[in-house]
C-alpha cells in the first residue's frame, strides 16, 4: 500500500513509510493527507498531531 501511495502522492520514502507504519494512529494519517490535499509538497510532521 504505501509503494502505492509514494508513487501516486509523490512521496518520500520516509514519508510514505511513516504514513502507513503501524504505530502511526489514525488521526495523523488523515492530517497528513490533508496537508497534501491542500497542496503541500511534502508531509510537516512536526505540524501533526503525535
Not at 511513516?18 to 502511526?24: D, G, M, V
Not at 494519517?29 to 501533526?48: P, S
Request: one cysteine or more; hydrophobic letters at 50%.
Amino acid at each position: 500500500m504505501w509503494i502505492v501511495a509514494q508513487q501516486e502522492l509523490h512521496l518520500t520514502g520516509n514519508d510514505a513509510g511513516r504514513l502507513f507504519a503501524s504505530c502511526t494512529k489514525a488521526t495523523t494519517m488523515l492530517a497528513a493527507l490533508a496537508q497534501l490535499v491542500d497542496g503541500a509538497a511534502r508531509i510537516n510532521w512536526d505540524a501533526l498531531p503525535q
